[in-house]
């Protein structure tokens, strides 16, 4: 069951907040639904957005201009939240780049984290499904970018689930959890010292191990404060080496912001209009 | 003295937010301010945005998608704070349709407001300058347009100030605040009980009595929940009556939000750069 937070009326389609109660987080979960006036006749393309740390369904919904772009190329696009919240956990809200609006689109499977923080399996094995009952979306047609942690988001799971995801882009991405001390620090806490495990998580490795996504298109800022999360050069070479399809656009004097993430958006909408028809 | 409080490379130009210590309002003022590309060559056309109640600098900033706009057609896009804030007068925060966040764009006659809510004053005798001097922005094509409360100021100060702004529109206006009960309210706190003084701040009564401005853009979502407040039919009898050039717009379905702001922006900059060129 979807329940309608509001729903507004915006470029000729709507722009809706959500809410429902995951399965597989056993939280209600809020994401946010723009649907194009496109989708009034047939089913019409899905981009799924994945936010950054500190994000809920709201940052890109409200501050990345996409409505205009999504109701042009008619896509609908869906922006769930980052995290569970109020799970309960002990220190769930203690540091920004873990715990709330820290899932970092990965299963956890150290408690206390993993009875809740599952992201992984609530953006492939739920979300879709639950997208497609209530909004006249096409899952056979779905995109998937992101920012940031939801760069990492993005690309390792279009990395991970070849024929999902159509089409894969990403800003600023977090290009290898095990190459940054933030990302560690998460990988530590949601997965054990097992790096073996860590693996999975990590868009890099993921690519030199052979997993392959359809051509990403990722844009970085040169001035982005968070360069040394980011790893764009690894992302790169990576998949140079692999022969990974990859378009990186180093973007001068831009930071880490969504003035950045507006400022390129038109770019990948474009890229997945390519592959996924609009 | 402009101080920067932020500055982000934003669509091939930037968005900043400012400070500077207003000398009509008597306070520390916030605004924003985007500079397009094409101010790098030579001056360019000031669009100012006034926002409604309860809004700062940031929500038209952070909200509108007027940046990839602004961008296009190159224009400066300046969006002052709608009140003086932190005055230090008894009861400024315990309404939200008065004081701080509610300025009116009026000159406020009675004490204490008269001391600092002067926001006609800093809109039309302060601003312009400030941004001339600090910003390559011309003000001698100069646009005003805004929102709700912000609409009201845009139309009534366009007609009071023949030739300061050679373009102007609004959306879903005030367009009498003699004509609704939060309007009455308002005029009387800042004015006083002479109707007399109030006909200065009420846009139909503007236009009745003789005042023109250039041609008027509107539009209005015909499920704003604030219609009473807001009058557009009395706008459109006015604009008849007396010969004032009217495009009005009723847009179905849509409400009062930054949703619909964003949906219809396009138009708005379109007529702008109409008058002001870009």
């Not at 942690?149 to 882009?169: E, I, Q, T």
């Not at 912001?257 to 507006?262: A, E, N, R, V």
Request: a negative charge.
């Amino acid at each position: 069951m979807v329940e309608t937070v509001s729903l507004s009326r915006c470029h000729g389609g709507a722009q809706g907040f959500y809410r429902h109660t995951s399965r597989e987080i056993g939280r209600s979960m809020g994401f946010s639904v723009f649907t194009p006036a496109a989708a009034s006749k047939a089913r019409v393309p899905i981009l799924l957005w994945l936010s950054g740390l500190t994000c809920t369904e709201e940052n890109f919904t409200i501050k990345a201009g996409a409505q205009r772009l999504a109701a042009d190329a008619g896509f609908l696009v869906v922006a769930p939240d980052t995290s569970p919240r109020d799970t309960g956990i002990e220190g769930e809200d203690d540091d920004w780049a873990f715990g709330t609006g820290a899932g970092f689109y990965l299963d956890a499977t150290v408690e206390p984290w993993s009875r809740h923080y599952r992201m992984e399996s609530y953006i492939v094995r739920e979300l879709p499904g639950v997208i497609a009952d209530a909004f006249p979306g096409d899952p056979q047609r779905m995109g998937i970018f992101g920012h940031s942690m939801g760069g990492h988001g993005a690309l390792s799971l279009a990395l991970k689930n070849p024929g999902m995801f159509r089409s894969v882009s990403a800003l600023a991405p977090m290009n290898s959890l095990m190459g940054c001390q933030m990302g560690i620090d998460a990988l530590q806490r949601y997965l054990g010292d097992d790096r073996e495990a860590w693996r999975a998580y990590d868009v890099v490795d993921l690519i030199r191990s052979g997993h392959r996504a359809p051509p990403i298109l990722a844009d970085q800022g040169t001035e982005d404060e968070f360069l040394p999360n980011l790893l764009p050069d690894a992302l790169a070479a990576a998949c140079r080496d692999a022969g990974q399809a990859l378009t990186l656009n180093m973007r001068e004097g831009y930071d880490h912001s969504y003035w950045f993430i507006q400022s390129f958006l038109a770019d990948h909408f474009e890229h997945h209009a390519r592959a996924l028809g609009s």
